[in-house]
């Protein structure tokens, strides 16, 4: 297995079927149907005009196994320091380590840009993500209750945050 930066080109379709198959069968993502290939486009986009990182895990066959990322956490110009992150592993690849293994490198790639509080916004319900961040030196932050609504019942969001020890010089503006 090998940590790369994903592409477009490269890994649009595999990165769609992984939050795809979230989508379809768990309450990782808040939709209720699957994202088209059309949609992916503009997700790297996003990532690109804003330098948001998208890191990937392939295997020795060069298959996305999972990927990492981090996007704006609020569209106001005083969270620049913020970001709210992402994690998703390929069903068959959960609970091999991938996931720590992504959320280390995204990490130390949020540390390196002088992002200053990583959010991740989990399911409450996500026993293993949710140890996961906290294994990593996540913090409970707060929780929204009944925030969303899917298959059939009421969905509690929980916000998890790390504060590091970037930027050493913020400036306001």
Request: with cysteine.
């Amino acid at each position: 297995m090998r940590l790369i930066p994903c592409t477009e080109e490269a890994h649009a379709g595999a990165i769609l079927a992984i939050l795809n198959e979230a989508i379809v069968n768990s309450t990782a993502l808040y939709d209720y149907k699957p994202r088209t290939p059309e949609s992916m486009a503009a997700w790297f986009a996003t990532k690109c005009a804003n330098g948001f990182p998208v890191i990937g895990a392939e295997d020795d066959n060069g298959k996305l196994l999972g990927f990492a990322s981090y996007g704006a956490f609020r569209a106001f110009p005083a969270y620049k320091y913020t970001v709210e992150h992402s994690v998703y592993v390929e069903a068959g690849h959960r609970g091999a380590g991938l996931g720590r293994t992504l959320m280390e490198a995204i990490i130390a790639e949020a540390v390196a840009r002088d992002v200053h509080v990583m959010v991740g916004a989990i399911d409450a319900a996500n026993a293993g993500s949710i140890g996961l961040h906290e294994r990593l030196g996540f913090e409970h932050a707060g929780t929204v209750r009944q925030a969303g609504f899917k298959f059939g019942r009421w969905l509690d969001v929980a916000f998890y945050q790390r504060i590091l020890s970037t930027p050493l010089n913020p400036v306001d503006g």
